[in-house]
């Protein structure tokens, strides 16, 4: 995903589950990398709009990086409707990814994210 960031702005991609898939597995895996070091959090959305993640640091560079994100450790979003939650594979509707950037450190310019498949296992 090519993108411009700048100083208090976001940009984010989505991507639909398949919520059977996700029944029974504990780890969301992926590899990433982006062109300047960036914060993006990933993003699990259940149906009912509850919201669970984890924020992780990309180095810069284009360097690719393997993530296992253990299902078990994300937490319910700010912004998620109901604080109270609880997090089940089975609602899930999609996957979002947030360069947060703009708003933490005020960082500006053209950037490129590099996402592989995304899998999930036990």
């Not at 995903?1 to 208090?8: A, E, F, L, N, V």
């Not at 898939?21 to 009912?48: D, H, P």
């Not at 560079?61 to 997090?87: G, H, M, Q, R, V």
């Not at 703009?102 to 899998?119: K, N, R």
């Amino acid at each position: 995903m090519d993108y411009h960031i700048s100083g208090g702005h976001v940009a984010s991609i989505v991507h639909a589950l398949q919520a059977p898939e996700m029944v029974g597995k504990k780890n969301l895996v992926f590899e990433a990398g982006c062109t300047r070091s960036c914060q993006l959090v990933v993003q699990l959305e259940q149906i009912n709009g509850a919201k669970f993640n984890t924020t992780i640091e990309l180095p810069g560079k284009a360097e690719s990086k393997a993530y296992s994100i253990p299902l078990s450790t994300l937490n319910i979003s700010d912004d998620s409707p109901d604080k109270k939650a609880k997090f089940d594979p089975s609602q899930l509707k999609q996957i979002i990814f947030v360069d947060i950037s703009g708003l933490t450190s005020g960082a500006e310019g053209d950037t490129t994210l590099y996402l592989s498949p995304i899998t999930v296992k036990s």
